[in-house]
């Protein structure tokens, strides 16, 4: 089975359903779906495919860069923040990189490129609600030359605070420490908790985004890298290939940046949503056990011995099984946040089978 969520066609194979039925929790989009301008600008620029995208995306970037308050030559464009990842593992070299567990898969498959030796930080000793001084110690304890963090976490949704980030920052500067954070779901959060700010501060550290997520445009695929590190960048831009980002997925990108009102509209109803959703599987305890979470995902232990994704696939509901992913077994569950009509579904199927 996959590792990833968002994998209706396969699961509806497996279990023989029909995919146009199945209410898809294992992939964490924005449930108010594409925003309008995205969806104009899209349309209209059906007449550009007649022409190559641009080699150097420089409006793209350039958006980027602004929507950021940094200089375009710190982006790097990407076919989704996977292609970014990847990238990024096969140019940076990291003898000793320290990843949470559980966490995304791609960063170790993406340093696997190289001769990284991991370290793990466990997440599930602290019952998932850690610190940075947590992680602090074991990095230094395990004398590690690269840290690589999620932040919100995925799959469980805690969100590092703006004074725990610059107090690894202090530290990884501190100890020529080279510090690489995925800011995929940040976006959900209202606050903003990013380190995008500190990068001229740091030629090593490395932030990934995505705006699949928040700008509910996953086919697509569009992602980025940003650094001050100009010869990785250059290392990157050299080994990439041709074209590697498609004309819609830049215009796209390039509107989705502009759409401050969705984006704010976007947080809020999440919040309320995830508020909504956390009340009621309260209700289910102890069978369900729901951890504290600031993005568009809540990450749960289900203390049943059945399996409960197979058990709500009967009510045409997907959810994701968390044993994909380091430290988890199938007790462990993520859901995404969606919209009230869906969540109450949710609730209803776990209604009738707890």
């Not at 464009?77 to 593992?89: D, K, P, Q, R």
């Not at 919100?152 to 805690?158: F, V, W």
């Not at 090593?204 to 700008?215: A, E, G, H, P, V």
């Not at 050299?238 to 969705?262: R, S």
Request: with cysteine.
């Amino acid at each position: 089975m996959a590792k990833h969520g968002g994998n209706i066609q396969e699961i509806a194979e497996i279990h023989q359903l029909d995919p146009q039925k199945l209410i898809d929790f294992s992939a964490n989009i924005n449930p108010l779906g594409i925003p309008a301008g995205v969806k104009k600008v899209l349309q209209a620029g059906i007449e550009q495919l007649v022409h190559y995208p641009d080699l150097r995306y420089r409006d793209l970037k350039a958006a980027i860069a602004e929507f950021h308050g940094i200089r375009p030559e710190q982006v790097y464009a990407s076919n989704g923040a996977a292609e970014a990842i990847f990238m990024l593992g096969k140019t940076l070299p990291v003898n000793r990189l320290l990843l949470l567990a559980p966490t995304f898969v791609e960063y170790e498959e993406a340093f696997s490129q190289q001769a990284t030796e991991f370290c793990y930080f466990n997440l599930e000793k602290y019952d998932f609600q850690w610190n940075v001084a947590d992680l602090i110690q074991s990095a230094k304890r395990q004398k590690v030359t690269g840290i690589c963090l999620c932040n919100p976490n995925n799959p469980t949704g805690q969100l590092l605070r703006q004074d725990e980030l610059l107090q690894l920052l202090a530290f990884c500067q501190d100890n020529e420490i080279k510090l690489i954070v995925d800011e995929a779901f940040v976006d959900f959060s209202e606050e903003d908790q990013s380190l995008v700010g500190a990068l001229n501060d740091y030629s090593q550290l490395f932030i990934f985004r995505s705006l699949t997520k928040m700008f509910a445009i996953p086919g697509l695929r569009l992602g980025y890298l940003l650094t001050s590190n100009q010869e990785i960048l250059a290392e990157m831009e050299q080994q990439t290939v041709p074209w590697h980002i498609n004309t819609f997925a830049d215009l796209a990108g390039q509107q989705a940046l502009k759409e401050q009102e969705f984006i704010k509209e976007s947080q809020q109803y999440i919040k309320q949503e995830r508020a909504f959703l956390v009340e009621h599987l309260a209700k289910f305890a102890p069978a369900i056990k729901c951890y504290p979470s600031e993005t568009n995902y809540l990450f749960f232990r289900y203390t049943k011995e059945d399996c409960l994704q197979e058990r709500l696939l009967t009510k045409n509901i997907l959810i994701r099984n968390c044993d994909s992913f380091k430290g988890l077994s199938q007790r462990y569950y993520r859901i995404a946040v969606k919209s009230r009509p869906e969540n109450e579904a949710l609730l209803a199927a776990l209604e009738e089978i707890l």
